[in-house]
């Protein structure tokens, strides 16, 4: 059984854009928090990219290099000679400008053509912020399974392995739960090759895979049987409820068949699914989201912007190719007003936050409008930014 309140880690993998924490994270964190459980963040995604955007790495980079092209070592010392400045204007208000800002990417961008070059197995692309690994697929389980092998016989070499390692200590040691929020496809090999190294590591920590694109899986589970060697968990749809009862439960406050949208590997090797399709959230119960203030600065933006979910779901929900609303159980929720002031007050005060980013699916016109105006009411000064589908009532709302 797990000591109370110990060493709850909360992971978000590589690979997903740097210019903003994710939502993720500091969500289930306040959501732990308010139910007093403590837990740590560790957003590997951002320290992925601090470590391979370094003067350190691109040298590593070059001396890989078995062609020494006079040009391509050219660019490589000029990005070399530059990186460091780089990040650091990225970070700072010279980069409001575009331009400035534009040259910048064009170098984090050079960068990632050399990581390419010297490693032909990955293509990463910070623009895109895609990553391929050409070996695994990650939308085919046996190359998920191969990737896992690979990894636990020590039969791969990969740069995102090489820089993932040097966090597996802290994420091995003193851990009882590492949960590991998995949101996108780009996200899913390094997710698997960081859930084999902690578990190599330190068999004794529990791992639990969570996140939107996770929760697709439930539908195909016995295809990733093997998936159950290194990760104990997977948790299905929002994250909150089924994390906080995985800790009661490891805590030895609730027993297990009693845990809901979750899959684990019983003692017989059986997968016990327990799903519950109706387990949606009353989002107006949700805390503020967490953030981790130690790392805040390190976003490559000009000024911090922080993300904050108005709605879950999609109060649309009628584009044929969508399924975003799937991991909120295709229910819309919107948060009240007083609710959502309350946190963006919360934002200026705790975290000197300026511009605020709206993550929902599609927001509403709805919302814009009654947001605008107590925005206006209460005078709060910030920026903000949001994505909307085009509605005929959008516009007029828009310029009043
Ligand atoms: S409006 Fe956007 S989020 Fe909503 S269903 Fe259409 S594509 Fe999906």
Redesign the pocket.
Same mark, same amino acid.
């Given at each position: 059984m797990m000591k109370k309140n110990r060493y709850i880690k909360l992971v978000f993998p590589p690979f997903w854009p740097v210019t903003q924490p994710y939502l993720s994270v500091p969500s289930l964190a306040a959501f732990l928090e308010k139910s007093h459980i403590a837990c740590k963040q560790y957003d590997i995604n951002l320290m992925v990219a601090e470590h391979i955007f370094s003067k350190s790495f691109l040298e590593v980079c070059k001396n890989r290099l078995k062609e020494k092209n006079n040009a391509v070592m050219d660019i490589i010392d000029f990005c070399i000679d530059n990186i460091e400045i780089c990040k650091s204007e990225i970070r700072s208000p010279k980069c409001l400008d575009v331009d400035e800002y534009q040259s910048h990417l064009a170098l984090l961008s050079l960068c990632s053509w050399i990581i390419n070059l010297s490693y032909k197995n990955e293509v990463y692309d910070y623009a895109k912020c895609s990553y391929v690994n050409k070996l695994y697929d990650p939308l085919k389980s046996e190359d998920i399974k191969k990737c896992m092998e690979d990894v636990e016989s020590g039969n791969i070499h990969s740069w995102v392995i090489e820089c993932m390692k040097q966090f597996i200590e802290d994420l091995s040691t003193e851990t009882d739960l590492v949960g590991i929020s998995v949101s996108g496809i780009n996200q899913i090999i390094p997710s698997v090759m960081l859930a084999t190294m902690i578990k190599k590591r330190n068999p004794k920590v529990k791992i639990a895979f969570g996140g939107s694109i996770i929760t697709r899986w439930h539908e195909k589970l016995n295809e990733l049987k093997f998936l159950f060697n290194v990760v104990d968990f997977i948790l299905f749809f929002e994250g909150e409820i089924p994390l906080y009862n995985l800790v009661q439960y490891l805590h030895g406050e609730k027993k297990i068949d009693e845990l809901k949208n979750i899959a684990y590997c019983d003692k017989n090797g059986t997968i016990q699914l327990q799903i519950d399709l109706h387990l949606c959230i009353d989002i107006d119960q949700l805390p503020t989201p967490v953030f981790d203030r130690n790392i805040l600065k390190k976003y490559f933006s000009p000024e911090l912007v922080l993300p904050l979910l108005s709605s879950r779901g999609?109060?649309?929900?009628?584009?044929a190719?969508? $399924?975003? @609303?799937y991991t909120f159980h295709n229910s819309y929720r919107r948060r009240k007003i007083n609710i959502l002031i309350k946190d963006i007050k919360e934002y200026i005060t705790k975290y000197n936050a300026k511009n605020i980013n709206f993550h929902d $699916? @599609?927001i509403s016109p709805r919302i814009i409008s009654e947001l605008s105006e107590a925005l206006i009411q209460e005078k709060i000064v910030i920026r903000w930014s949001c994505?909307a589908?085009l509605e005929k009532n959008l516009m007029p709302t828009c310029s009043d």
């Open positions: 999609c109060y649309w929900g009628n584009c190719f969508c $399924d975003h @609303a $699916d @599609a994505e589908r």
